[in-house]
Nanobody, 119 residues
Framework: QVHLIESGGGLVQTGGSLRLSCVAS????????MAWFRQAPGEEREFVGY???????YYSDSVKGRFTISRDNAKNTVHLQMNSLKPEDTAAYYC?????????????WGQGTHVTVSS
């Protein structure tokens, strides 16, 4: 049984930083593509960033230059470092696993961690 558990969310002021973590259990994801998404209240889920099997990274334009995805294989964990946070970054953040590495389908999702950025 695969589980993804996000943590690290919270309340931060504009310009602040947070680091989210996504810990996987049930199997190793050290060579698996993974992604972060977010969903603000009343909004559709939005792509945030992606880390490939070979640790290449891609980001949405809205977070590029501010957010960084990294992987800690020893802990089967993927991180999302968020800097220069803005109120519009307020959302629930979810990690997801892309077993086939296509960027199209995500087989496993976490329950999410909430980020609130105050102005």
């Amino acid at each position: 049984q695969v589980h993804l558990i996000e943590s690290g969310g919270g309340l931060v002021q504009t310009g602040g930083s947070l680091r989210l973590s996504c810990v996987a259990s049930g199997r190793s994801f050290s060579r698996t593509a993974m992604a972060w998404f977010r969903q603000a209240p009343g909004e559709e889920r939005e792509f945030v960033g992606y880390i490939t099997r070979s640790n290449g990274t891609y980001y949405s334009d809205s977070v590029k230059g501010r957010f960084t995805i990294s992987r800690d294989n020893a802990k089967n964990t993927v991180h999302l470092q968020m800097n220069s946070l803005k109120p519009e970054d307020t959302a629930a953040y979810y990690c997801a696993v892309d077993l086939r590495g296509t960027g199209q389908d995500y087989e496993y999702w976490g329950q999410g961690t909430h980020v609130t950025v105050s102005s």
